[in-house]
């Protein structure tokens, strides 16, 4: 069983950057990056393959947000640049155990990090 744990969130001013932190307590391959927030569904923000190589992201996030990682520190990274309150959600980490391509949906990932808050005031 992997243990995913978040960090690096907080509260920001609209414009400003953030960088989320996930670190694994063992081997993972795709991870992603999803949050909720407050009466909504969880949705997707971010992925990468194990390699880094491909990534895929939200329309809503693209272009402010990058997604990287470091394998040997079994941690994946979300910056994220230019908040908008709209961004403000808790923030979950993802990981598969499977080595496939990243996907969009929840369903694939098998070990989920209990989330980080992040607050983006107007």
């Known amino acids: 069983q992997v243990q995913l744990v978040e960090s690096g969130g907080g509260l920001v001013q609209a414009g400003g950057s953030l960088r989320l932190s996930c670190a694994a307590s063992?081997?993972?391959?795709?991870m992603g990056w999803f949050r909720q927030a407050p009466g909504k569904e969880r949705e997707f923000v971010a992925t990468?393959?194990?390699?880094?190589?491909?990534?895929a992201y939200a329309d809503s996030v693209k272009g402010r947000f990058t997604i990287s990682r470091d394998n040997a520190k079994n941690t994946v990274y979300l910056q994220m640049n230019s908040l908008k309150p709209e961004d403000t959600a808790v923030y979950y980490c993802?990981?598969?155990?499977?080595?496939?391509?990243?996907?969009?949906?929840?369903?694939?990932?098998?070990?989920w990090g209990l989330g980080t808050q992040v607050t983006v005031s107007s």
């Open positions: 993802a990981a598969d155990s499977i080595p496939r391509i990243g996907s969009r949906e929840p369903s694939q990932y098998n070990y």
């Open positions: 063992g081997r993972t391959f795709a």
């Open positions: 990468i393959t194990w390699g880094g190589s491909n990534t």
